[in-house]
């Protein structure tokens, strides 16, 4: 066997350059991948000919969010100086331990005061880098290169559809498992009162059929008095009474409780079978929630957990699913309210001014206070005057798509 033995002039036989020149340039193997599939291949063609989002868009929407999350941070900060000035002697007169309130309390509260008042801040966000931008001439020159009104807006739209979208997210799905977490020390620690007894509960588990429990105690899961009552076609045909009724939690099996010294009548015409035992387990559709309501209970739902809330308290006549349904309308409008208060905001305040962002700050806050107050006082018309929870929601919305449409029209395209 022989070896080639390697010299300076043996190299110059082999010409690495290509092949070293080639695996080093940056992104080649990423564009080999680009390049066999199709449809990425097209698309990334065409987002290299026409971009989607250009330097200008990502300077608009790195604005919009920049200014959006500074004031919310600026705003949370001196909510809680004020808050904990306020709580202070609560704090120290119900021994809250100072872990438990910054990390149970405070951690918890700062996302709910965040998204409650996002609607706010996206409308004063816009009206104040827009003001600002527009009064450095910026605004002017895009429009002298021909950019319409309508071009400027989709980097805004853009910037607050990622907000709502955001917004909607924390809201429905992650705020009201932190809202257990607060509210629970807030009715331990600040307002000192737990209410986990009810008297005299009645509600309809199924179609025709009545439960009735004389003392319910929600510590324990345990009834006093128990009734069920079963009616076919008006009439009634069964009839179960129970003096203790306890929920099982540990069982596999959803809405499982125990029934002791139980007594059952069932009614056949003009006969009537009896019977009794001294303990019995059985499945009845309803849980210890639905026996319970506490104060802002609908804020601890997320958003399917409200869905089957509601639909189960309609089946049973609740009196309280109003403040549920006005709850699971609120985030959708709160989250769709995103866009309709940027278009107001771009539309007071893309125009140079001579008095400056005064007048466009002043207008902004102006109508965004107002539409936190149609909110309230309109959420309050379903509660309190029976009107449907939809449209009761969604009255501030649209007045302030009247208000954007006619703002919108009147500037200049």
């Not at 999350?69 to 809250?96: G, Q």
């Not at 009474?241 to 959803?254: C, F």
């Amino acid at each position: 066997m022989k070896f080639l033995k390697i010299t300076p002039k043996n190299l110059k036989k082999f010409d690495f350059s290509k092949k070293s020149e080639q695996s080093n340039k940056p992104g080649t193997s990423q564009k080999h991948f680009i390049e066999r599939i199709p449809l990425i291949n097209k698309i990334h063609v065409s987002y290299k000919e026409h971009p989607w989002l250009t330097r200008l868009d990502w300077y608009i929407l790195k604005k919009f969010i920049g200014t959006f999350v500074f004031s919310i941070l600026l705003i949370i900060a001196i909510v809680i100086v004020f808050d904990f000035n306020e709580r202070i002697d609560k704090f120290t007169s119900s021994h809250a331990p100072w872990q438990k309130i910054i990390f149970t309390y405070y951690l918890n509260f700062i996302p709910y005061f965040a998204n409650l008042l996002s609607p706010l801040f996206v409308f004063i966000s816009v009206i104040f880098f827009t003001s600002k931008i527009a009064d450095n001439s910026e605004i002017i020159a895009m429009r002298s290169n021909g950019m319409s009104f309508n071009r400027l807006l989709k980097p805004y739209l853009l910037s607050a559809g990622l907000i709502a979208l955001f917004s909607f997210v924390l809201g429905g799905y992650v705020i009201p498992h932190s809202n257990v977490t607060r509210l629970n020390f807030e009715n331990k620690y600040i307002k000192n009162q737990t209410i986990s007894i009810v008297d005299n509960l009645q509600l309809q588990v199924d179609t025709g059929v009545v439960a009735f429990i004389s003392s319910y105690n929600s510590d324990t899961k345990t009834g006093i008095n128990f009734s069920l009552d079963k009616f076919v076609n008006k009439k009634l045909v069964s009839h179960l009474t129970a003096l203790q009724i306890q929920y099982d939690t540990v069982s596999d099996v959803r809405y499982k409780w125990k029934l002791s010294n139980y007594r059952i009548r069932k009614l056949r015409g003009m006969h009537e079978i009896i019977t009794s035992g001294a303990q019995m387990d059985s499945i009845i559709s309803m849980e210890p929630s639905d026996l319970l309501y506490t104060r802002n209970q609908q804020e601890t739902m997320t958003m399917p957990e409200l869905t089957n809330y509601i639909q189960k308290q309609k089946l049973r006549g609740s009196s309280n699913v109003k403040l549920f349904e006005v709850e699971y309308h609120k985030r959708i409008a709160s989250a769709f309210a995103a866009f309709i208060l940027t278009l107001i905001g771009v539309s007071l305040s893309c125009q140079k001014r001579k008095g400056g962002m005064g007048l466009s700050l002043g207008l902004g806050l102006a109508l965004s206070f107002s539409y936190i107050l149609f909110q309230t006082v309109s959420s309050s018309f379903a509660i309190n005057a029976g009107w449907p929870a939809m449209l009761s929601v969604w009255i501030p919305n649209i007045i302030f798509i009247i208000i954007a449409f006619f703002l919108y029209r009147k500037t200049p395209q």
